[in-house]
């Protein structure tokens, strides 16, 4: 399969930590995408990074990405309660596929 | 607002009743997708479509039927509803990058879900 996977499959933290998911695929990529979602609603698109890039920001999210391992990392930094949600990776390994991941959980306490 | 709607947003039906969610985004995408989420399983693509009047199948495809006759406009149709098709329904559009390869999937614009019971 060319399904990303994420882990940890849970992660519960406190408010101002830092939470940290990865994402690891089989296949080369054209680029990896994360998504956010709030209990049984529509996804949200965060961040997309293409084969060529290492690293991306945007606010207080970073995303790695590691073509050799075949794997990313989603960095949120300073976590807030708001930020409790499913997160998933989606790898486009080429013409016409869009694969996602099972998810993270995150959970930040207040 | 650029936005993707689905409707309706619950349906509950019985087996082999046909049915229609319909999708409609305002943001004069090229690709429209439609995905399943199914706990443990993550979102798996049922259809895409690339342009008007060009559709092919995703990863499960089976018992699903789409249309895309308008390019705002991208309805799944289930012609003979099983329970096994009992699931989160999201509608996608992203568009093409100019000069980008036809088929690369960029940033998907979801829409609010359709969440299907069949009895």
């Known amino acids: 399969s060319q399904q990303g996977e994420e882990d940890p499959q849970a992660l519960s933290i406190q408010e101002g930590e830092n939470a940290t998911m990865n994402c690891s695929y089989k296949?080369?990529?054209?680029?990896l995408q994360w998504y956010r979602q709030n209990s049984g609603r529509g996804l949200v698109h965060l961040i997309l990074?293409?084969?060529?890039?290492r690293e991306k920001h945007s606010g207080r999210l970073r995303v790695t990405l590691d073509t050799s391992k075949k794997s990313s990392s989603l960095l949120i930094t300073a976590s807030r309660a708001a930020d409790t949600a499913s997160y998933f990776c989606?790898?486009?390994?080429?013409?016409?596929?869009?694969?996602f991941g099972t998810g993270t959980r995150l959970l930040v306490s207040p | 607002e650029a936005q993707v709607t689905q409707n309706p947003r619950y349906l509950i039906t019985v087996t082999g009743k046909k049915l229609t969610v319909t999708c409609s985004q305002n943001?004069?995408?090229?690709?429209m997708s439609w995905y399943r989420q199914d706990p443990g399983l993550g979102l798996r693509q049922i259809y895409y479509?690339?342009?008007?009047?060009?559709?092919d199948k995703g990863d499960v495809p089976e018992g699903y039927k789409v249309s895309r006759k308008e390019k705002r406009n991208f309805p799944l149709i289930l012609e003979s509803p099983s329970p096994n098709q009992t699931s989160l329904y999201f509608c996608?559009?992203?568009?093409?990058?100019?000069?980008?390869?036809?088929?690369?999937?960029?940033?998907?614009?979801f829409g609010p879900g359709t969440r299907l019971t069949v009895l």
């Open positions: 996608a559009s992203s568009f093409r990058l100019a000069g980008e390869l036809l088929g690369m999937f960029n940033e998907q614009f």
């Open positions: 296949t080369s990529i054209n680029n």
């Open positions: 990074i293409r084969s060529n890039e």
């Open positions: 989606a790898v486009c390994p080429g013409f016409q596929k869009l694969v």
């Open positions: 943001m004069n995408h090229e690709y």
């Open positions: 479509s690339m342009n008007v009047e060009v559709t």
